[in-house]
């Protein structure tokens, strides 16, 4: 892994091997950060795309405030929320208004008991995270699958770092009322 500050100095210069270096480290990153908002693959795609054009465009302006890779991730998540919003795709729907009942519910299409059978059980926790409202899905996604901190998911989604506790902790306990049903169902059989 490169150093930041090397890194952002040789794209600046115009090296376009440690622009391509810069990609290759953030690539997951960005994948996830989208990938966990947008659903069509094209669209994916193309935004994981427009992410490093306009990492690209806007790299002078990185004041080294954060981590690249956090200010990266800022960008993902902005264009993806962006484009959900041209889509006319509702973004803000409280998982607290949701109760446990009510998630089971919309994660019925994914089967769980085959999930849980077939795949195991990350599979179905995959699964009832993708049904998350965005801003939840989100926070979960950069602090489990991409290890970062409460601080920096803070910055990344512009929000106080309590309320990312809080969303943590809420989605949690929704994942866990949702696997409960899920067994208690299967009891039940």
């Known amino acids: 892994m490169v150093d930041d500050n090397q890194l952002v100095s040789a794209v600046l210069n115009g090296d376009m091997?440690?622009?391509?270096?810069?990609?290759?480290?953030?690539?997951r990153l960005v994948a996830h950060m989208v990938g966990?908002?947008?659903k069509n693959d094209e669209d994916?795609?193309?935004?994981?795309?427009?992410?490093?054009?306009k990492v690209h465009q806007k790299l002078s302006e990185f004041n080294f405030k954060s981590?690249?890779?956090t200010w990266i991730a800022t960008?993902?998540?902005r264009l993806s929320i962006n484009h959900l919003q041209k889509?006319?795709?509702t973004i803000d729907k409280d998982i607290q208004e949701l109760s446990p009942k009510e998630f089971q519910i919309m994660i019925e299409n994914t089967t769980?008991?085959?999930t849980l059978q077939e795949k195991d059980v990350k599979q179905f926790l995959l699964a009832a995270i993708e049904q998350m409202p965005v801003h939840y899905k989100s926070v979960v996604t950069l602090f489990h699958?991409?290890?970062?901190?409460h601080s920096e998911i803070a910055e990344i989604m512009d929000m106080p770092v309590g309320t990312v506790k809080n969303y943590l902790f809420r989605a949690r306990k929704l994942l866990k009322d949702s696997l409960q049903l899920t067994l208690d169902k299967e009891e039940l059989i």
Do not use: T
Request: charged fraction near 25%; hydrophobic fraction near 45%; include cysteine.
């Open 36 to 38: 966990r908002l947008i």
């Open 67 to 69: 981590k690249l890779s």
């Open 44 to 53: 994916r795609q193309e935004l994981c795309q427009d992410v490093f054009v």
């Open 87 to 89: 889509k006319n795709i």
């Open 75 to 77: 960008i993902a998540y």
């Open 112 to 114: 769980p008991l085959e």
């Open 17 to 27: 091997q440690a622009f391509k270096v810069l990609i290759d480290q953030n690539q």
């Open 145 to 149: 699958l991409e290890d970062m901190g």
